[in-house]
C-alpha cells in the first residue's frame, strides 16, 4: 500500500538554525498538509497546500514558516528561525482527489531545538 | 476546538469486541464521522468514515445513531497491535479541511 514518507526520522538543531523537513506524499494525491505534535499534547494543524498555493494556515504557521513543493514528488516545510518551543513531532500528509477521501499521515520528523 | 467527546481511557481484553463511544451532539447535516488512531510513536492512521450508515471495513465497523448524534467504533477481535489512542472527528466533506483532533480515547488491549 503507498505510504506517506517523512524524512529525517529525528532532526536536532541549534536555536536560532533553519530547519528543512522533507516529505514525500503520495504519488497520485493532490492536496498537502503539515501537522505538528508537542509531546503529551494533542496534533494541531499547522497549513494546507493545493495547486502550489496555501489554502489554509493556522495561527501557528507564522512568518517563520514556510511550505515549498520544489519538484512532482517532495513537499517541504521550513522553520527559518527555530525557537525552543518548536521541538515537536511534525506529520506530513496527504490526500487524494476523490470525493470521499482521507488524509493519509507519514510516520513524522522529531524536531528537537537545543 | 473539537466537536466530540470521547472518554479519555479504555480498556479491552485481547480477542474481544473493542466499542469506542464518541458523542458528537452539535454535528450538522453536511459532516461526516471520521475515526483515526495513533499508536505510539507513529502518525495518525484513517480507520473509517460515515454520513449516516453504519459502514464496514477490514479494520473496523461504525455504527452512528439515526438521529447521528453519537457513533461507536468497532473492533470486532481486538490485538495488542490495536493499543492506540483512537480520535473521532467531525469534519465536512471536503478535500482541503484541516483535521481539528481532540485528545481522543487511550485504548488498552490486555493480554
Redesign the interface.
Known amino acids: 500500500e503507498p505510504e506517506?514518507t517523512q524524512t529525517p526520522s529525528h532532526q536536532v538543531t541549534q536555536m536560532g538554525q533553519e530547519v528543512i523537513l522533507r516529505c514525500v506524499p503520495i504519488s497520485n494525491h493532490?492536496?498537502f498538509?503539515w501537522?505538528r505534535q508537542i509531546l503529551g499534547q494533542?496534533?494541531?494543524?499547522l497549513v494546507?497546500f493545493?495547486n502550489n498555493e496555501i489554502?489554509?494556515k493556522?495561527e501557528i504557521f507564522d512568518d517563520q514558516f514556510s511550505v515549498e513543493r520544489p519538484d512532482g514528488s517532495n513537499f517541504t516545510l521550513k522553520i527559518r528561525s527555530t525557537k525552543l518551543e518548536d521541538s515537536a513531532m511534525y506529520?506530513c500528509?496527504s490526500?487524494?482527489?476523490t470525493?470521499?477521501?482521507?488524509?493519509?499521515?507519514?510516520?513524522?520528523t522529531r524536531l528537537s531545538i537545543l | 476546538d473539537a466537536k466530540t467527546t470521547q472518554p479519555p481511557s479504555m480498556d479491552c481484553a485481547e480477542g474481544r469486541a473493542a466499542n469506542l463511544p464518541c458523542n458528537h451532539s452539535t454535528i450538522s447535516g453536511n459532516e461526516y464521522v471520521?475515526w483515526y488512531r495513533?499508536i505510539h510513536?507513529?502518525?495518525?492512521?484513517?480507520i473509517i468514515?460515515g454520513l449516516k450508515n453504519n459502514e464496514t471495513n477490514e479494520m473496523a465497523s461504525l455504527i452512528i445513531t439515526e438521529d447521528r448524534k453519537s457513533s461507536t467504533l468497532i473492533l470486532p477481535h481486538a490485538t495488542l497491535r490495536d493499543t492506540a489512542v483512537y480520535y473521532c472527528i467531525v469534519s465536512p466533506?471536503n478535500?482541503?479541511?484541516?483535521?481539528?483532533?481532540?485528545?481522543g480515547t487511550r485504548l488498552h488491549i490486555l493480554p
Do not use: C, M, N, W
Request: proline share 2%; charged share 25%; glycine share 8%.
Open positions: 506517506v493532490l492536496y498538509y501537522y494533542k496534533v494541531e494543524f494546507s493545493y489554502s489554509e493556522s506529520f500528509a490526500s487524494d482527489d470525493l470521499e477521501t482521507a488524509q493519509h499521515f507519514g510516520d513524522g | 471520521y495513533q510513536s507513529q502518525g495518525p492512521q484513517y468514515h466533506l478535500r482541503d479541511d484541516k483535521i481539528i483532533f481532540g485528545k
